[in-house]
């Protein structure tokens, strides 16, 4: 019985798989596409490190202040509930913040970055395991191992330190997301 249900198991993963390269197959060249800028942001990010850091801190900011005007308008043109004149009003103030010290601010996104590869490293095991029927999935395990390796480099780290290198952790996970995608389309394809 317990055979049964391992041979049926297998037989699932076997259609998964072939959906997924399937899938992969058909849309190759977006995937490829999206490989390639992922590479190519990380050589940029690799190549300006501290330039990097600071302007993903400072393109955050202005998003941050752009949308909180953009939410205060809309909030007073169609009074809204308080709620959402409280949040417009949290992001013009961080937005703010953020472009006038971003020194202090970036510290602070040092942090909040090492929250955000842990859970982004988690959630890239488990696509692998989900990906585990197509050939070289190994390579988007291999992303989020080396994702939780960065994420751990932040958090033992020291602040000024990681400042330093954080465009560096960018640019890492970047260009090995981007090899992962590409990977995984070029064995589907053969």
């Known amino acids: 019985m317990i055979f049964t249900k391992n041979l049926i198991a297998t037989r699932d993963l076997d259609v998964l798989g072939e959906r997924i390269e399937e899938e992969l197959r058909n849309h ?24 990097s850091a600071i302007n993903v801190e400072l393109i955050i900011g202005a998003i941050l202040l752009l949308t909180g005007i953009f939410q205060l308008i809309m909030t007073m043109k169609s ?17 703010l913040f953020m472009l006038w010290k971003p020194l202090p601010v970036l510290l602070a996104f040092v942090t909040l ?45 020291f602040p000024l330190f990681d ?21 995984l389309v070029w064995r589907s394809a053969s």
């Open 79 to 95: 009074k809204m509930h308080w709620w959402s004149l409280l949040s417009a009003c949290l992001s013009i103030v961080i937005g």
């Open 113 to 157: 970055l090492a929250i955000f590869m842990t859970v982004e490293g988690f959630i890239e095991l488990f696509l692998a395991f989900q990906f585990r029927p197509v050939r070289n999935w190994s390579w988007m395990l291999f992303s989020g191992v080396i994702t939780l390796i960065l994420a751990a480099i932040l958090w033992i780290g």
């Open 28 to 51: 190759k060249g977006k995937y490829i596409f999206q490989g390639m800028v992922f590479i190519i942001a990380g050589i940029l990010a690799a190549a300006f490190p501290a330039a």
């Open 163 to 183: 400042v330093l290198y954080l465009g560096w952790v960018i640019a890492i996970n970047m260009i090995f997301y981007g090899v992962s995608l590409l990977m």
